[in-house]
């Protein structure tokens, strides 16, 4: 089989690898196609500590049951599948409340287990034991069920901070995953989406998603316009879906009293500490959080929202390409000229 072999910094190769054996309690999964995510490009400039090479990464994953184990029960060859990458152990203090996101003893596919960017991949026996394999909807592609792993992140996210009815909604950050905020924030009963981005070409791309008001804050006051748009109020939500402290430090004066804010993008190893003001926490009553991975039942959701056309993941698709084209794809979808890239290993020969 072709796949997509990490060893390092920048240094990606495509190579000719034997097909994986299934083994007990395993799956052989042939992949459909695998979306490009900003930690995939992260890995490729600077590496990563749950990543040793080589490595096939890869984690945005659909694709069709090839070959089953002895020992699995409920799957068979030939059924279309998303797989949640994060491997939970079911067993520790987060497991055990129902939060394997946070699992105390994780491990992922494309990180610790080798990923998608490959014709074919085995999916191990722990991911099955948690729950990690939701079948495709008849309706969606693969590239449109690759998406459903950042869309369960966002919608972890989403919930995490409890938009709904009524909501003010301030999505900063007009990326991939910003858009599907947006999106989502709709869908969830939000009634105002206001997006801030300062680079405007994302800006214009984000307007296929069909936000309220689109500023870019380097070229009008953000915090003027957010007060005019919601009455004085200011948002009532914030999701900081861009890696970038000064809008985590900002997010704190925009928000409504009462305010959630979440920052969703984490922030740079080298510039990771955020000054924040914590009068404005203390008198407004913020509301200050993170949001950290999916569960596998997010996973499903998203899958349900995107085939029930309340998320329309075409949308969000600016590429298609082949294994072949991925390092080059890397480096494009670090360019921000781009929403989603995804790979089809099986294209292009």
């Known amino acids: 089989m072709k796949a997509a072999v990490f060893y390092g910094p920048g ?34 400039r600077h590496g990563h500590h749950n990543v040793h090479p080589p490595q096939i990464t890869g984690h945005e994953i659909a694709g069709v049951i090839a070959d089953i184990g002895k020992g699995v029960r409920g799957y068979k060859e030939g059924e279309r599948v998303a797989v949640a990458p994060i491997l939970h152990c079911g067993e520790c203090f987060y497991c055990r409340r129902g939060l394997p996101n ?15 960017f490959a014709e074919y991949m085995i999916i191990p026996e722990r991911a099955l034991r948690g729950g990690n394999i939701n079948r495709i909807p008849d309706n969606l592609s693969f590239e449109e069920a690759s998406l459903a792993e950042p869309l369960a992140c966002a919608l972890n996210g989403e919930l995490l901070s409890q938009v709904g009815v009524g909501d003010y909604v301030l999505v900063v950050g007009a990326g991939p995953v910003g858009c599907m905020h947006i999106t989502l924030s ?37 915090k003027e316009k957010l007060l005019q748009i919601t009455e004085g109020i200011g948002p009532t939500v914030v999701i900081v879906a861009a890696p970038a402290r000064k809008a985590q430090e900002e997010a704190l004066d925009l928000a409504a009293s009462r305010g959630r804010i979440n920052f969703f993008g ?37 899958l349900e929202m995107m ?15 082949s294994l072949d084209e991925l390092p080059q794809a890397l480096e494009e979808a670090e360019s921000g000229d781009y929403l989603k890239i995804v790979v089809k290993p099986g294209i292009g020969g």
Do not use: M
């Open 11 to 44: 240094d990606i190769r495509i190579e000719e690898r034997p097909v994986p054996s299934v083994g007990e309690g395993e799956i052989l999964l042939r992949v459909g196609a695998c979306a490009i995510c900003g930690t995939d490009v992260r890995i490729f």
């Open 102 to 116: 946070l699992c105390l003893n994780f491990e992922a596919l494309g990180y610790h287990h080798p990923g998608a």
């Open 186 to 222: 709709r869908a969830l009963g939000a009634s105002k989406v206001i997006v801030s981005e300062i680079q405007e070409k994302r800006l214009n791309l984000s307007r296929e998603f069909d936000a309220d008001y689109y500023i870019n804050p380097e070229k009008e006051n953000l």
């Open 266 to 302: 984490g922030l740079p190893g080298d510039n990771k500490i955020a000054q924040l003001d914590s009068n404005l926490i203390h008198y407004k009553e913020l509301f200050v959080h993170g949001t950290s991975g999916s569960t596998p039942l997010h996973n499903a959701w998203a």
């Open 307 to 321: 085939a029930a056309g309340r998320v329309e993941g075409k949308k969000l698709i600016s590429k298609v390409v």
